[in-house]
Structure formats: C-alpha cells, structure tokens
C-alpha cells in the first residue's frame, strides 16, 4: 500500500513538471537545451499532445482577448505584461486554462466596458454638415479622451478623393478663431486624427482643402464644419 501512493506520489510530481515544461514550450520560452528533448516525448505521447494544445490553445485566446477588443494603453500593456515568459508563471497558467475560457472573455469584457464607461475617459460626438465647397458632403466624427491626448475617428461621404499634393486638413477652433490642426488625410472614410486640445474649449470641427505649397495655415476652403457636442 505505502508503495502505491508513493508511486502516485512520484507520478503526480512528475506530470507537474510535464506541465511547466509544456507551457514554457507553448509560448517559446523553454530552454533550447529542453525543446529537442520534450518534443520527442510529445510526438510520442498522445496525452503530452493533447497537454500542449490545451496550452496553445490558451495562449490563442489570450492573444485574440489583447489585440481583438479594443482597450485603454494601460490595461493593454499590463495584459502584454501578463503575457511574457515568467519564471514560475508556468504552473498558474494551467490554473487559468482549467477555469473556463468563456468566462475568461467575458471577465476582459466587462472590465473593458466598466474603462469605457468612466467619466474620465468621456466621449464626444460632432455631425459633419456640408458647405457649399462640397454640398453633398457630409459624416460623423468622435472624439475620445485617451492617455495620450484625444483620439478622434471621423467618417465622411461625399468629398472625392484628393491627389498629388492636395488633401484634407482637419482643425479644431475655439471661440477666439485659433486653430489646432489634427491632421491630413486624403480620403475621408476610417479617419483616425488626434488632438492635444480638448473638445470643451475647442468645440467647433472643420475640415479645409489643402494645398502642399508650404503654407502652414489653413486655406479657408472649407468642406465640413461641426459643433461639437460636449453637453454644456
């Protein structure tokens, strides 16, 4: 009897050990000295097969869960953190793989709608009305406050595409006339622009045509104009 569980003992001990080194081998942090060795047993073990794309698995699920949802650059890098080869992460990983996967992308989720939902992080919107540059212009454009100052996702139908050396400049103007370029662009489809000012101050969104003829300031040509809504 004692030899049996010694033996279960010794078993156990050692398929904690398969475990560690199948999810360092999962995300390429094993030892070279290690690899040749361990992927000889897995292609000779069914049971190990199975073990490393338990692991692999997990790994691809992780990655989809970071790069596929959308999320503030500080809880992005610290998932990125979670994610580097670690010593001694290798036994709490299998942990995280035997609870549910599901409910693992549902716990990212709502955590990133609670990020999304925080008054610090508002959120803004501004409908782009055409002028008589371009009367059937027209598109949406939202403003979000990010770390790194406000990201701003316009789309606009209408305006034909601009070409060698002319484009599109968008501005954002407060109530003194000042203008704060965010940027150019050449079609105004899945436009991503930034500024360093906020929306509150500098409420009103235009959009110029623009020439490359080293004149920084803006051409008065204006194609879109829009009164940001910011709730005051």
Partial sequence: MCGDVRMKRRKDENGGHDVAELAALADGSLAPERRAALEARVAAS???????????????????????????????????????????????????????????????????????????NPTYQAALEATSLAPNAGGKATLTKTPSGWRVELHATGLPRLEGGRFYQAWLRNGAGVLVPLGTFNDGRDVTLWAGVSPQTFSTLTVTRELADGDQDSSGERVLVATIDTGH
């Fill in 46 to 120: 069914p049971e190990l097969a199975d073990r490393l794309a338990e692991q692999e698995r997990a790994l691809a699920l992780a990655q989809m869960v970071t790069e596929g949802v959308e999320a503030p650059p500080g809880l992005r890098a610290r998932i990125e953190a979670q994610r580097r080869p670690r010593e001694g992460w290798a036994q709490r990983r299998l942990v995280l793989i035997g609870a549910s996967a599901a409910a693992a992308v549902a716990a990212v989720a709502v955590t990133l709608g609670v990020l999304r939902s925080d008054t610090s």
